[in-house]
């Protein structure tokens, strides 16, 4: 039986996300299954994190199983990904025989690695993550790369679907948000391909310069209209905002001034008014607010939001665990 990989939100089918959702929602509260009964799951944790670590944890230990987390970058050896290399520089081991030696230990792999090389079509390739999974014998799991946060965005479209209960046509929009240190763009990624399956109408609202991946957004365009939803893409936050009944928001960074961030940090002066406040808000339907977290209070978006009764930004932390149990048993099962 070939294993199934979750690296992207582009490889799991509307089927697969519909049958991941209603199990997650079906199982939410309710005492788990013992599906992970002597299973081991391996993380390998490239970069920090909390919440995908602990509500990975906690998953795997309410599914019976059991969690190892690794901090890759000072307990593993540094690690050579292209299996062709003559690895006579400073890599010590290959992705080939760190895969193939842990799928010997462990039922399914995570990793996070979020690379910022100074080269956006470098970075974009991820090429330590598809080394796993290409290696690995057992199931890999993206728990945050450059391009995509799959887990956070399934428990994200829960999280919707507990709201809102039904998804088709509703109108999201994901707005950047102005930061002195933004975050990674993959949770944005994720979302618009998952609200894209879930047919919703879906606004991109961001300054020039802060363009999501093309060939992402061509593919959301592609799956948003089959679903009977769209994508459309503004460069105002105002206009985006208006009508809107989820703000989803995220600070990302350029993909254009990837390779020169002196630059982007000029730019981002004249970005001030990209933050998110009670007064933004106000011009939306009365939307739900949304945020993966980590968040900088008070920068991109004001506490009064961020606490506000539209918040739902720890329902999206709690369901992460009951997404993920779902997925695992999904991958697993
Ligand atoms: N949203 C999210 O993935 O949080 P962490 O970076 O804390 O894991």
Redesign the pocket.
């Known amino acids: 039986m070939t294993k199934r990989d979750l690296l992207s939100a582009a490889d799991l089918t509307r089927e697969d996300l519909e049958n991941i959702l209603e199990l997650a929602e079906r199982t939410k509260g309710k005492r788990s299954s013992q599906i992970l009964a002597g299973k081991t799951l391996g993380l390998l944790f490239f ?9 990975f944890e906690v998953a795997a230990v309410q599914l019976g199983g059991h969690c190892i987390n690794i901090f890759a970058d000072r307990e593993m050896y540094d690690l050579e990904p292209d299996d062709q290399a003559v690895m006579d520089g400073l890599a010590e081991e290959s992705v080939k025989d760190a895969a193939r030696t842990l799928s010997r230990y462990v039922d399914a792999l995570g990793i ?1 690695q979020l690379r910022r090389t100074g080269s956006w079509e470098e970075d974009r390739r991820e090429v330590l993550l598809h080394a796993y999974a290409k290696h690995a014998t057992v199931p890999v799991v993206n ?2 790369s450059t391009m995509e ?1 799959p ?2 965005a399934i428990a994200d479209v829960m999280t919707m679907r507990e709201r809102l209960l039904r998804l088709q046509g509703r109108r999201i929009t994901l707005a950047w948000t102005n930061n002195p240190l933004p975050k990674n763009i993959g ?1 944005c990624h994720s979302l618009l391909q998952m609200a894209a399956l879930s047919g919703m109408e879906v606004t991109l609202a961001h300054p020039l310069g802060y363009e999501l991946d093309a060939d992402v957004v061509q593919s959301a365009t592609t799956h948003a209209e089959r679903a009977g939803g769209n994508v459309r893409v503004v460069n105002s936050l105002e206009d985006g905002l208006r009508g809107a009944e989820v703000v989803y928001t995220r600070s990302w960074g350029s993909t254009k001034y990837w390779d020169d961030p002196e630059r982007e940090t000029m730019v981002k002066r004249s970005l001030q008014s990209w933050l998110i406040d009670e007064t933004a808000m106000q011009t939306t339907q009365n939307a739900l607010f949304m945020h ?3 968040v900088r209070r008070g920068v991109g978006v004001t506490d009064a939001v961020l606490d506000g009764d539209r918040s739902v930004i720890y329902e ?2 709690e369901n ?1 665990v009951h997404a993920q149990k779902a997925l695992l048993t999904h991958l697993l099962g």
């Open positions: 970069d920090r994190s909390l919440r995908t670590r602990v509500s996070r728990l945050e946060h887990c956070q949770p993966p977290l980590p999206q932390a992460r």
